[in-house]
């Protein structure tokens, strides 16, 4: 069967195919309730192209997110990747997500702070566990610049050499955007090259780049 389109995929989570049957779908003052998402539309479908042409299907195993929100992002990772770990410190965005879920097999949901040492101890069980390492970071948690700074360093060590890591937010969110440039243009002190950073920056802003050491 081919591969959905980027399009596809953006169009069927919001058609809610990844959704649990309506029986568990939570109600809201008559509403169906639809797990938003915080991205935006010409940016997702682009990186999505982005994604999946650096990473093919079959090499596409784990993928990490740090906040889960209301599981939109999860969502859409699930239909490229094997499996899909989120961190989330909000215990009724994991409650509501892990409930809505369709397919629970292949996702895992860490409730707790990303920056506590424990949960990388947890990501690095659930890693075990899979027998794979990271084949795609996403850093959208925090975004304080002190936050996105231990985010990174404590997950992008869990990233394979191929693997992306992305960061969310950098057009927008002036302390994200700050540690992006860092990473670039080689001012970060623990890095000693720039890295090749890609962008699109429509609206919040999404940069990427391949993890070639
Ligand atoms: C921008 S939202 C994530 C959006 C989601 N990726 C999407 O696109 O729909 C950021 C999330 O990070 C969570 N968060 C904030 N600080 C965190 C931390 N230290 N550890 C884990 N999650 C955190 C927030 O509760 C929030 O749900």
Redesign the pocket.
Known sequence: MDELTSQQIWSSWQDGLCREDASLVISSGGNEWIP????DEREMVSFLDALKSLIPAEQRKVAL?????????HLIWKMLFKHVIS????PS?CLIVAKTLKDKTNSTIIC????LPGTVKTVQKVLAKLGEAIDFL?I????SKS?VESDYLNYEPLVRIGGVIAF??SREIAPVRDFVADLEYGRYCHKEEAVKMQHFLYHHGISYYVKDR
Do not use: C, M
Request: hydrophobic fraction near 30%; charged fraction near 25%.
């Open positions: 938003r998402i915080q991205q997110e740090i906040g889960l929100f209301e599981g939109g992002t961190v989330e410190i909000n965005s707790a702070s990303s920056q996403l959208d948690g925090d975004h936050a969310h937010d």
